[in-house]
């Protein structure tokens, strides 16, 4: 018998960008994430299937993401996007050749070979459907495709828990129009968790519910969390005497730090617990695992032949360069091997299964029981970041499935083999900067969330005026819905607090600010017209997200008895 269970947990999101401009921020993103990752990852295991390997995984898709891979107009510019790198490798062929930079010519031919596999997987072999290529690989059983929050709202958060109803409402609904079955698993986004308390509202005291049980409502049966969140101790990536960050004046309700260090909870990452008493079980990260890949000092990305990321030809925007050595300046590296990377590969990819096979056999050894390794990654760190990193998945799992020891599982297949026999009270918690909220609610983004919490007391208002509204008043009342879900998206806090792309997020921010305040602005006057209706419309052709959303899961639900929430 097998000693334990091994799953990836692939996390793929990206921020709303449809129509959003191109490079550097915008509709290019979801291009490079799809031509680098999301085309090579379905390529990878449908290749595994086609071989007979029996291999397991689960894989997150947030909605947002899935309804720009499911767009047609994303598609046609994907395309567009593809041909153009294809183009640019052969330019540079004729280039280097000319120079007689031979190295640089058989890169130059490899980038062109491999634009001109990916166009052809996605149009010929996938038919230019990537969410089908997804669904046919968990139709065959070979992955289970987790969902998220609509747009990635950062739940703990939003003030009101008609917005963490639809954010997951909307996203299940959304996952069976595109998936057609009930998801079961889900990623909270950024890992963001929020127990049940009591808040008192107008003279009013009412027990707010912790996030399990929404997705309890909404039948989802697991969700993922950090490793500090089972197992005490520090957050990963935090040293001893670390700060947890300057909080400045933001409201102590906003904010619920966790301490430098909580004392360990003799729980382990190794099983799965229910939380807080309700159907809905939590599985954590697997520390060491995930180390392996996220550690900067030794993690296999760092390997001094894989590519370097962040050196560009500067006519094609190619990457020429291997990664060479530590801290080697960017003028200095060398040129990339692409066979002598695909050899490390295979050395990192024995590592990895070696390493799960380890940890399984000693769990065991030491408490006889069949536990689990969650390793969760975001999905684009494979092929975008880490170039090689798809083809490390599939070896990984070649390896494994053929292991004596592990079995490779889905998250909600292992709660249903192997239900948790405890139940954990989770503290709030995220993966960001200290456990905390700190990445997303600062001194640099804490004027975004009353702009948010007002939004949503706003929308509430309008859905108790309006009820069952017909015409153009239900149109509107929709595309507000639609705006609310993108201007809550945790990206925009996200960007700003990491600089990433502040100007962008900001922009982007403000603009479904205003979008709904126009909107909002137009029914606190009375009901919608014919002019109205096609404002609503024109605004949803820019964005064009969730087409069948329902403006009523934004109605006011606070004290009320779960449930009630999926009702509609």
Not at 69 to 98: G, I, K, M
């Amino acid at each position: 018998m097998k000693q334990g269970a091994f799953t990836f947990v692939l996390h793929s999101h990206l921020p709303y960008c449809r129509q959003a401009g191109r490079w550097p921020h915008g509709e290019e993103w979801i291009h490079e994430a799809a031509s680098e990752t999301y085309v090579p990852l379905l390529r990878a295991l449908w290749d595994l299937r086609d071989e007979g390997v029996p291999f397991k995984s689960t894989i997150g898709v947030t909605p947002v993401l899935a309804e720009q891979l499911n767009d047609p107009l994303v598609n046609e510019h994907f395309v567009e996007y593809v041909t153009s790198r294809q183009r640019a490798a052969e330019a540079d062929l004729e280039r280097h050749r000319t120079a007689g930079a031979k190295q640089l010519v058989e890169v130059a031919d490899f980038y062109r070979e491999f634009y001109r596999g990916i166009l052809s997987t996605y149009t010929e072999r996938f038919g230019s459907d990537l969410i089908g290529a997804f669904r046919s690989l968990q139709d065959s059983g070979h992955i289970e495709i987790a969902t998220s929050a609509a747009t990635h709202g950062y739940l703990p958060l939003l003030d009101r828990d008609s917005s963490i109803e639809a954010q997951i409402g909307i996203g299940v609904h959304n996952y069976e129009r595109l998936f057609n079955r009930r998801p079961t698993a889900i990623w909270l986004p950024e890992c963001a968790y929020r127990p049940g308390y009591v808040a008192t509202e107008n003279g009013r005291t009412y027990e707010k519910p912790g996030i399990e049980q929404f997705l309890a409502a909404h039948g989802l049966k697991v969700f993922f969390s950090e490793t500090h969140t089972i197992e005490g101790g520090r957050p990963v990536g935090k040293a001893a005497g670390d700060a947890v960050g300057p909080y400045g004046d933001i409201p102590r309700r906003y904010l619920v730090p966790l301490p430098e260090y909580r004392e360990p909870t003799n729980r382990t990452t190794y099983e799965p617990y229910w939380v807080s008493g309700v159907d809905v079980a939590v599985i954590g990260r697997n520390n060491r695992t995930g180390m392996q890949v996220w550690s900067a000092d030794n993690g296999y990305p760092g390997d001094f032949w894989y590519r370097e990321f962040h050196k560009k030809d500067g006519a094609s925007g190619l990457q020429y360069w291997r990664i060479t050595g530590a801290r080697v300046d960017l003028a200095d590296k060398g040129e990339y091997r692409p066979e002598q990377a695909r050899a490390q590969v295979y050395q990192h990819a024995r590592h990895f299964a070696s390493l799960v096979e380890e940890l399984i056999t000693n769990y065991h050894a030491q408490t006889g029981r069949y536990g689990i390794i969650s390793s969760a990654y975001d999905t684009e760190l494979f092929g975008h970041w880490w170039f090689e990193g798809v083809e490390w998945i599939r070896e990984v799992l070649r390896l494994l499935a053929a292991s004596d020891i592990v079995d490779l599982t889905t998250a909600t297949e292992f709660i249903e083999q192997h239900p948790p026999e405890d139940v954990l009270v989770l503290p709030e918690s995220s993966w960001g900067q200290g456990g905390t909220h700190f990445t997303w609610m600062n001194v640099d983004t804490e004027w975004m969330w009353p702009i948010i919490h007002g939004s949503e007391r706003r929308m509430e208002q309008l859905v108790a005026t309006y009820g069952e509204a017909q015409g153009p008043t239900r149109d509107v009342l929709q595309q507000a819905g639609r705006e609310l879900l993108l201007l809550q998206s945790s990206d925009w806090p996200f960007l700003v607090s990491t600089g990433q792309a502040r100007e962008y997020a900001v922009t982007r921010f403000e603009q479904h600010v205003d979008r709904f305040d126009q909107l909002a602005r137009i029914l606190e006057g009375g009901p919608a017209g014919p002019n109205a209706r096609a404002l609503a419309e024109d605004l949803y052709e820019r964005d064009k997200v969730f087409p069948d959303v329902d403006y009523q899961r934004f109605r006011n639900r606070e004290g009320e008895p779960l449930s009630t929430m999926s009702s509609r």
